[in-house]
């Protein structure tokens, strides 16, 4: 067994060290992602394996994610795992099994010690924690609410409390086919929640709440996920205004009738100016032959925020 996690008062069992061992040397390069350097090509091997090891010691997922399905085959057959299903699933099964071999039995697995990652486009992803308000659910991932009907508010909400409230009454209000105008979402859960368009640089509910629609899809394995960038604002707009109090609304994108899933409600703070740093980019928005460019969020600015976690627990 191979022991490579130290600290300063004794040595641990560290599982990628242990599954490291199982790979040979042409796996390791893969693993490695290195071929092309002369020095590495000359290495002995265990100093090959040591590398590999130090790089990712302190996740067992980012180790998953680099190896292979030939890779994964072996150390489920070497660990008598099922080797049956989609990369992601023997990925998963065999963090399970390192998670379980370095804290001696299961017991801390789902705790803050033990985070379980979820599979996301059949990589191993850790959820962010919640960071913002979200309506309760006792079922995970969070499933599509029964048909409900379209609210009809009569007033511009008064306080933030009343615009949470009218957001929980759009949850599985059926949004329709999607046309050609991407806007067209945005602007009728914004008058769904009583808001009318300001078609300003500031929030869209009273200069202090903007309101964004985020498209959402179901992962092979189950498990939501954002399914494109959302547009923050127009280039010449500073897209921290827009950030600084946010309403996402979660809609189910791709074919079908668009149920609203759910909505999170996020404030900005010192972590979230670190992922919008992070995340926020400019590209062209509009029609093809546009010269217009926009802000948009990458979509695992949401991996990281605590919106997927609304989602999927």
Not at 28 to 45: H, M, N, P, W, Y
Not at 148 to 166: C, F, G, I, M
Request: aromatic fraction near 8%.
């Amino acid at each position: 067994m191979y022991l490579a996690l130290r600290d300063d008062k004794s040595t641990k069992m560290n599982a990628v060290g242990d599954f490291a061992e199982q790979l040979e040397r042409s796996r390791i390069f893969v693993a490695l992602g290195e071929k092309s350097r002369r020095e590495l090509l000359e290495a002995d091997t265990e100093v090959l394996r040591n590398r590999l090891v130090r790089r990712h010691r302190h996740s067992l997922a980012a180790f998953l994610n680099r190896v292979q399905r030939s890779d994964l085959n072996l150390l489920c057959a070497k660990y008598k795992e099922n080797a049956k299903g989609t990369v992601g699933e023997l990925r998963a099964r065999l963090w399970i099994r390192g998670a379980c071999m370095e804290a001696g039995g299961d017991k801390h697995l789902g705790s803050g010690y033990q985070p379980i990652p979820i599979v996301l486009g059949s990589r191993l992803v850790y959820q962010g924690p919640l960071h913002g308000l979200c309506p309760p659910c006792s079922e995970w991932p969070r499933p599509v609410p029964q048909v409900a009907v379209e609210p009809r508010p009569s007033r511009d909400p008064e306080s933030l409390e009343e615009l949470l409230a009218n957001a929980d009454s759009l949850l599985g209000v059926r949004m329709g086919a999607k046309g050609r105008d991407k806007g067209m979402f945005g602007t009728r859960i914004e008058a769904l929640l009583g808001i009318e368009e300001r078609g300003l640089a500031e929030a869209d509910w009273r200069g202090e709440v903007e309101i964004k629609t985020v498209p959402v899809i179901r992962d092979r394995a189950g498990w939501w996920r954002v399914k494109e960038d959302p547009a923050i604002s127009m280039e010449h707009v500073d897209p921290r205004i827009k950030l600084r109090k946010v309403l996402w609304v979660a809609r189910v994108g791709g074919s079908g009738d668009s149920p609203i899933l759910s909505w999170y409600f996020q404030e900005w703070d010192s972590k979230i100016a670190a992922l919008a740093t992070r995340f926020l980019h400019h590209r062209p928005k509009g029609p093809k032959s546009t010269s217009n460019k926009g802000w948009y969020l990458q979509k695992r600015f949401f991996l990281h925020s605590g919106f997927l976690t609304s989602l999927n627990g």
